[in-house]
């Protein structure tokens, strides 16, 4: 039997007002079983000036009813306003976006009649983390976080819905034959997981290979797992090249609350003109009545759409003569969804949900914690002087009891000794000193070389130690080293 949800709906901005009353309709006529709060978040809450654009007794709301059904919002141009997405995802800890990005040939015009690529998208860490410094005069920087629970999260995650959804397949996509150590961790965390899941067969490329496939020959792909920034992009990419971003809903799946929107954004130019897609929506409207278990009204509503689009009753977005019968707005065609709850599509293959259990909310992480040495340390310096000869004759005056300079990078790349005339240096210098025979070093040691460096009048900008985990080293060579 099921019971009625409590869920928090907002109606956005743009045509979030049109497309969330269209779906609502549509979930309401269905069946599904729904006690709603509504609360404004986005442009109306930017304007009276709070910053993230959403009020305390809307997180009151989520933090109640755990379930999230949110229109796009439009997010102000310009500094000081943070984008209201990422305040939620972050906060709620929603660390699993899903996109499952479907062609409908031949009913909706597409280079990829067989595409049904579902990608799962780490949503909180990489670069994401927005941990930006600018370090000297040139030089910026972006910290790219991995972690170990964060990648076991999200990996779980992409086998569990394969194996729940039925899927064959599951694809890893990281760059770590550059980034060994966080996208390396991302990959070996994905084959320690994938042998627990022996019916799904996995794979792993490498993300720029692995993207340009995934826009030439989409229909080898099933499920695919990645970090948050290639996620970000791939996802937008296969939902575009699978016919239109109006089409596409999102899951955003944290351990005590889950949000469901359309992927695209609040359309402003077409706001108010009733000719939006609801698509997204409803799609997302279906990813959240399999959450909440309610799997018949999902079925119904997922079949009926699917039967509207069948019927060639297309919205200005994917109307295509020769193809499209009838021309609707976003009111017509929830009605010619509602008309069709209870019909089947006849081509395309219809959706059957079933009330699963819900997956594991929580996750105990694998690994005993590592013994840990510090056995040197990076130091970073600004410098503009863009000899690196002088620099290292500079850094060889410091002495410290078991630390010992054994190159400079600029970069990422060994300038000295050795370096080659041609490469570029910028005033961001990298200088490493290790213990020669590998003995672990004390904080103490790093305090003394930082201000002997500060004596001899360089400028210390930020030091990184150098760590062994259980003897391997924690910490990537120089190019070139
Ligand atoms: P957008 O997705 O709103 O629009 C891109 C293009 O697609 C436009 O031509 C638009 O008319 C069309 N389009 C989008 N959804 C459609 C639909 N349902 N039916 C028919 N056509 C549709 O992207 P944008 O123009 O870059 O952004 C507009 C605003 O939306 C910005 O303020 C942006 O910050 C915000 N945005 C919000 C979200 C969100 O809340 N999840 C996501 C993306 C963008």
């Not at 948050?228 to 109006?246: C, E, P």
Request: proline share 5%; net charge negative.
């Amino acid at each position: 039997m099921e019971t009625t949800a409590s869920i928090t709906v907002a109606h956005g901005d743009g045509i979030g007002p049109e497309i969330m009353s269209a779906s609502l309709r549509i979930l309401q006529a269905a069946g599904a079983k729904l006690d709603i709060e509504t609360i404004s978040i986005g442009e109306s809450i930017y304007n009276q000036g709070h910053s993230s654009g959403i009020l305390p007794s809307a997180w009151d709301s989520l933090r109640r009813t755990k379930v999230f059904y949110k229109s796009p919002i439009s997010t102000p141009q310009g500094g000081g306003f943070k984008s209201l997405n990422v305040t939620v995802r972050k906060t709620l800890g929603l660390y699993a976006n899903i996109r499952p990005c479907v062609s409908y040939h031949p009913f909706v015009d597409t280079k990829h009649p067989k595409m049904d690529v579902v990608i799962v998208r780490e949503n909180e860490e990489d670069l994401y983390a927005g941990i930006e410094h600018r370090q000297t005069d040139q030089v910026y920087q972006c910290l790219k976080l991995i972690t170990r629970p964060g990648c076991e999260k999200i990996v779980r995650y992409a086998f569990e819905y394969a194996r729940r959804n039925n899927r064959k397949k599951l694809t890893c996509l990281t760059k770590d034959n550059i980034m060994k150590l966080t996208d390396g961790l991302f990959h070996k965390v994905f084959d320690e997981i994938a042998v627990e899941y022996p019916e799904i067969r996995n794979e792993h490329w490498i993300i720029d290979i692995g993207a340009a496939k995934l826009a030439d020959t989409p229909e080898v792909f099933d499920v695919i797992v990645t970090p948050n920034l290639y996620g970000d992009i791939l996802s937008d990419v296969a939902a575009q090249i699978a016919g239109s971003v109006g089409l596409a809903g999102s899951a955003n799946i944290g351990e005590h609350v889950a949000m469901f929107e359309a992927i695209h954004g609040s359309a402003p130019t077409i706001a108010g003109q009733n000719i939006a897609n609801p698509s997204g929506l409803i799609q997302a409207g279906v990813m959240m009545l399999v959450h909440l278990q309610q799997a018949e009204a999902a079925t119904a509503i997922h079949n009926a759409w699917l039967k509207t689009l069948e019927d060639c009753i297309h919205t200005a977005d994917i109307y295509k003569e020769g193809i499209s019968k009838q021309r609707v707005g976003t009111k017509e065609f929830a009605d010619a969804v509602i008309a069709r709850l209870g019909q089947l599509p006849s081509k395309l293959p219809p959706a059957a949900y079933a009330n699963a259990p819900q997956q594991s909310a929580s996750h105990t992480y694998s690994k005993p914690r590592a013994t840990k040495e510090i056995v040197g340390v990076d130091m970073f310096l600004e410098y503009a002087n863009p000899n690196p000869d002088e620099l290292g004759e500079q850094l060889q005056k410091v002495n410290v009891d078991g630390l010992k300079l054994v190159m400079i990078t600029n970069r990422g790349v060994k300038v000295w000794p050795g370096g080659m005339p041609e490469t570029f240096c910028t005033d961001h210098w990298r200088s490493r000193f290790l213990s020669p025979e590998g003995t672990p070093i004390a904080h103490k040691q790093i305090i003394l070389l930082m201000e002997q460096l500060d004596e001899l009048g360089l400028d210390v900008i930020k030091s990184e130690n150098l760590c062994t985990f259980d003897g391997a080293p924690g910490y990537s060579l120089g190019q070139g080293q």
